[in-house]
């Protein structure tokens, strides 16, 4: 069975830094792609980033326009792990992040998050004023 650790989260100051990272373990797992997601309190859960395993020129990577410019996401395929370094973070980043993983051989990315079968337990980000 394939499972998802999210590790890094923590209280930063606005304008800070963070990086979190997001471990997969089981047998033969290796998800096209990888993303993260975040749920703020009384909100729903929002996409952040994602980036697929193979494309015919390299990693293909895609980001909310709230992210755009902040936060790069990237993947490590030998270690089956995401990392999503967070730049000039601000109060509104402030939520529950989620590390979720489409292991599906034909997908391609999305930002539905119905369309991932795994998740992490996920990790605590918040940004004071």
């Known amino acids: 069975q394939a499972q998802l650790v999210e590790s890094g989260g923590g209280l930063v100051q606005a304008g800070g830094s963070l990086r979190l990272s997001c471990a997969g373990s089981?047998?033969?797992?290796?998800?096209?792609?990888m993303a993260w997601f975040r749920q703020a309190p009384g909100k729903g859960r929002e996409f952040v980033a994602l980036?697929?395993?193979?494309?015919?020129?390299?990693?293909?990577?895609f980001y909310a326009d709230s992210v755009k410019g902040r936060f790069t996401i990237s993947r490590d395929n030998a270690k089956v792990t995401v990392y999503l370094q967070m730049n000039s973070l601000k109060p509104e980043d402030t939520a529950v992040y989620y590390c979720?993983?489409?292991?599906?051989?034909?997908?391609?990315?999305?930002?539905?998050?119905?369309?991932?079968?795994?998740w992490g337990q996920g990790t605590q980000v918040t940004v004071s004023a």
């Open positions: 089981g047998r033969t797992f290796s998800p096209n792609v």
């Open positions: 980036v697929t395993r193979i494309a015919w020129n390299g990693p293909s990577t």
């Open positions: 979720a993983a489409d292991a599906r051989p034909l997908s391609t990315g999305t930002n539905n998050p119905s369309s991932y079968e795994y």
